[in-house]
Every structure is written in structure tokens, then in C-alpha cells.
């Protein structure tokens, strides 16, 4: 892969929503002279970016019900359907996963269903947050995801931390290689896969593209570009 | 010195049940316990919301409090405003919004301030309480987006959203009563599990405490044990 490949595979976050516009626009203009593919902003920052990325190639992708996925599906397609009308292209959805850890799979599919409507024709993506399930959980929730047309799911939200029994200190919840390879084994080529989660350095990036991720949300692409070998 | 009963506690508490991993067991002992210790008010995750307010139905002195951009404070306007509607239309008699942090971090109050009163004015007089989100401002931001909340109409000033990584303590309430005087009430939230905090958190100002589902029973428990211990008569 050379480096203009890798560099269409990152998506550039700004991490969180206590960012100044400065981040924003920032993030914005890394994207456009370092030819990444699209930067991940939450919906009231899709405006300003539109403006700024005017002409160019990088797409938006808006943070829709970020990052608890705890609204009703109803409200999540007017939020899609809202940042649709602001310029955004892509959907990273927070999906209900309530309802996987309840077995509720008639209230997945129709969850699915809804936000693949509002999507319309363009890419819809859903957070998987591997970290709350379990192997079969994140199977089947895959299947449903599949069947109901979803373009790509998400490993993980990206913006925990989890307590080391060894250290007893918070520490950030990575990308897991492993959870890719369990999703790939589901999905083969019938959904991408972009991986999430304090995505820094060169070595988890590489690992993780390694296990199967075809993308790679990450507030450091700048860096994971220029560590690239 | 604000007084309190302790056996009334529950009168100053929202029992929240807004973490991701909430699931119906969790909603249900919420909402027992608003029901149990007359709990002024039960705040759900929102996939909860309608069913909470079905439960609590019968209870007239509890109402549920529908979350709007939350957490994370930077969904549009209209969206804010929508979720309100959809909120009250399924029976909530509070709100708790999110401001957008991003613009106040930036300097933009008017963009904070606007953001706010559409709110308040979509929710007609129906309390809204505005979460600054206090573990990421500055004490000079706290001040700010007090002042803005209390200039956009709203009826509380709400310190986090219990999802921040810092809890809020008792100088930050000051510093918020310090700021507004008496122009709006003050909801503590984010970390607050004890009653000892609440009890000191009061006499700096605080009007209302958001507690997790989780320790809000044990908060009630050992008020009534104290509220006992005070009226045990003393042996001379």
C-alpha cells in the first residue's frame, strides 16, 4: 500500500465536544492538504466544515446520537436527516445497543431499518462498541446490520477509558485487532469495517488494517501518516 | 444556613438512570425509588423516557425530565429544540439540555445564549436546566456559561451530565451561586455519592442533585438514619 491509499483511508475525529472551532477547522484543513478521506465532526459543526471544505474531495461524516445511542430510532433519523441538509455525506450512528444486550432483534431490525432509510444514498455507518459485547452479540448484531443494508460498522465509540486491574489506573480502551478479525470472519466483503479507539501510532494502525479494517477514525491522522512505512 | 429535612430528601433529588450500559432493571428501581422516597423527579435514558412517564403517572408530586443533546451538547439547535417537542410531547415536566461547549470554549456566547433560549422559548414554562458540563470549563467559563444560562431563561444550572470524568465539588457550586445570586436554581450532577457531599454541596447553594441510580437509595437510607439520631433523646 503506498501512501496515498493509506491516506484515503483515514477519517480525521476531532475526539470530543469540548473542542474549540479552531480544532474543528484544523481538522479540516489536515484533511484537505493531506488527502485524507473525510473528517468526523459532530452535527453542529457540519456548517462551518462544509464552508471550509468546499471543493474538495473530503467528505463529512456526522457523530449522530454521540456517543450513547440512547434516543429513539425516530429521533435519530431526524438528526440524520437534519445533518444530511448541513453538508454531511456519511453517518457514524450510535446504535441501541440496549436492545442487542436484551435480545430484542425485532427492535434491532427495525432501528436498522430506520436509519437506512434516512441515510438515503449515502454511507451509513454504526457503532458496533465491541467493548459492551459479547462475540455473539457483536455475530448477530453483524447479521442484522448486513441484512438491513448498513455499509460499515464501527468497532467502538473510541472515547473510553477502562480501569487496569494491575495498575489501578485509567486507561484507554484501544482498537482491538481481535474484535476486527471476529468481524471480518462475519462479514467477508458484504460490509467494511473502520476501526476506532485511540488509533495514535503507526503500529496499532498497521495491526488493525493487518485484521481487516478497510478505514480508521482517529484524532492523530496526521501522525499515523507521517509514521507510515 | 438552607435547612433541610432530611427526611425529605428525596424532594432534592432526581434519581438519573442515563449511563450507556442502563438497562430496564436499572429503570424500573428508578423509578421505585422516586416512587418509594417521593423523589421529585426521575431522569431515564431517553429509550426509557415515555415508559417512565407511564409509570410514574399516578405520582403528582414526581415528574420525569426529558434529556435534550445529551451528552453531548453539540447537536443543532433545531435538533434540540425537535427533541424538546418530542420530550414534553410524551409527558415530561423538565427538561435537562446540554449547551454547546464547543462555542462557549470558542468564545461565541451569543451562539451559546441563542442555543439556550431556543429551548427555553420551545418548551413554554416548562423548567429547563442547562448542563454547563463543568469538568471541562475553566472557572472564568463556568461564570460565563452561568451567566448565559441565567440570560436565556433557564430555571436551573446543572454542573455535568454525570457522564464528564471529573465529579463536581462543593467550590463549584459557590462559585455558581457566587455568579447567578438568586436568579436561577442550582442541580448538582456528575459523582455525587454520598450525603455528606449533598449536605455541604446545600450550604453552598445547590437546589437539586442529580444521583445515579445506584446510590440513591443508600443517600435516602442513611438521611432517615440521621434524621433518627437527631430526635433520639440524649441521656444526662
New interface residues.
Partial sequence: MDKKTFASKLENRVFD??????D?SNACYEAMYHGLASVQV?????EECAKLLKGSEVKIAA?ID???????P??KK??IL??KK?GAEIFNVCF???NV??RKWEQVGRELQILREAAGESELRIFL?TE?LTDEEITKLCGYAIEAGVDTVITSTGLYYKLDKESRTEVPLLADARDIRLIKSVVGSRMKIMAQGFIDHWDLAGEVLEAGADMIGSAKAVRLLEEFH | MRKIDLRQIGRIMDVSAVRTDVDFHEINQMIEIVRKYHCICASPMPWATRYTVEQLSDMEDAVVTGVVGFPSGADTTFIKVATAKEMLAVGCRELDMVINVSALKSGKYQVVENDIRAVVESANDIPVKTIIEICYLSDDEIRRASELAVKAGAAFVKTGTGWGPRPTTVETIRLIRKTIGSAAQIKAAGGIRDLDTMLQMVEAGCDRFGIGVRSASAIIEEAARRADEMEMPREN
Fill in positions: 465536544m469540548d473542542v474549540h472551532d479552531t474543528v459532530f452535527p453542529v459543526m457540519i457523530l454521540y456517543p450513547h445511542g440512547g434516543f429513539p425516530e429521533i431526524m438528526e437534519d445533518a448541513r441501541t445497543n440496549r444486550k436484551d462498541e459492551y
